[in-house]
């Protein structure tokens, strides 16, 4: 069937020269994984707020015309946005935001982080799962048509739950109705088991009774293994250096494992399988010598196979060093994951209301 990443410079061309479907503000944007989805789906894409410094510059580089709120969350207020865009209350589309979501996460101890400084990128950031409230103050001022925000799976389990039932209790005491679905990427055509928890809101002005039940996209028929997502790569003297872990102690236990499989002790340590779908790539992905997960040629993905088990285009251009351009990639929304869902709502709800 063919695994096919629209390249940047063909899409872009539409969403910046005002030819476009919807409008969209982005928080906690990071280098740009969901923006590139909502563009890919023909979405202009207003401002964004991120205030990771290499993320700054990852985004930058892809989307120069795009204004960049580059202060902490905290003390960005919906009066900022709305000047900004040249917007009243009410009138934008469509409020996207990925609170960071490391509190939630399950791998490791997860409650025992809740509520201290955690490290986050290049920085530190207190109460990280506290960032979500941050999201739905500046939604309650915004007030779009309708709001996406994204998690990880982890944020349904556990303990984590009743943080999970208080945020869907304030989302939907914003004046929305809000439905949430646990997404898989390799079910939206992404070479990648990724799982993520989409909130989807659409003003209680703008419901209708018709949108039950099809507010998330439906799951692809076909799942992409990587032999397919890596067709056309070339594997280079420059992607040789960076990818080489025989210096490191995990190689001896990468040698162990078949293809497709997870050790049995050192559990995050998996090596992929070309006739698969990749596990989980994280924001740790890049730390060469961790027990991560690795190529089937025990090395590690070169910068060109992450993007596309990310559904990335080609030319992304992506700043930093290489751990710090994997770190980038691992932290995105997949772009084709947001895409599925801003074209099912392309067709549910802005086709109507344009």
Same mark, same amino acid.
């Given at each position: ?6 390249? =940047? ?85 469509? =409020? ?23 490290? %986050? ?41 009743? %943080?999970?039932?208080?945020? =869907? ?152 060093? %290489? ?32």
């Amino acid at each position: 069937m063919g695994y096919s990443v629209p390249l =940047l410079k063909d899409f872009i061309r539409d969403t910046e020269n005002d030819n476009h479907k919807f409008e969209v503000v982005s928080l906690f944007a990071g280098g740009g994984g969901s923006s590139t989805g909502y563009r890919m789906a023909g979405g202009k894409v207003l401002a964004i707020n991120e205030f990771i410094e290499e993320a700054q510059a990852t985004y930058k580089a892809n989307y120069p015309s795009t204004h960049i709120f580059t202060q902490d969350i905290k003390k960005l207020t919906a009066e900022d946005i709305l000047e900004r865009i040249n917007k009243k209350s009410g009138e934008l589309d469509l =409020l996207d935001g990925s609170p960071p979501c490391s509190a939630f996460s399950t791998a490791g101890a997860r409650e025992k982080g809740w509520g201290k400084t955690k490290t %986050y990128s290049d920085t530190t950031q207190e109460n990280v799962e506290d960032l979500f409230f941050d999201y739905i103050r500046i939604l309650r001022g915004v007030k779009p048509k309708v709001f996406v925000a994204e998690n990880v799976a982890g944020m349904v389990k556990g303990k984590a739950k009743g %943080y999970f039932n208080h945020i =869907l209790r304030e989302l939907k005491s914003s004046g929305y109705h809000v439905t949430c679905k646990v997404l898989d990427a390799k079910y939206l055509g992404i070479p990648q088991s990724r799982q993520r928890v989409i909130f989807v809101g659409i003003r209680d002005d703008i419901w209708r009774d018709e949108y039950t039940g099809k507010t998330h996209p439906k799951p692809a028929s076909h799942v992409v293994d990587l032999k397919e997502a890596f067709e056309g790569l070339t594997f280079t003297e420059k992607d040789k250096l960076e990818t080489d872990l025989s210096r490191f102690a995990v190689y001896k236990l990468l040698l162990t494992l078949s293809a497709g499989e997870a050790h049995k002790k050192a559990f995050t340590l998996k090596k992929c399988s070309k006739y698969d779908v990749s596990f989980c790539i994280t924001a740790n992905t890049g730390s060469l010598g961790a027990r991560e997960i690795y190529h089937w040629n025990n090395r590690a993905f070169t910068i060109n196979e992450v993007k596309r088990i990310m559904s990335v285009p080609d030319d992304y251009i992506l700043t930093g060093t %290489y751990q710090q351009q994997v770190e980038r990639l691992g932290r995105m929304v997949a772009p084709l994951m947001m895409k599925a869902v801003a074209d099912n709502l392309v067709e549910l709800v802005f086709s109507d209301a344009n």
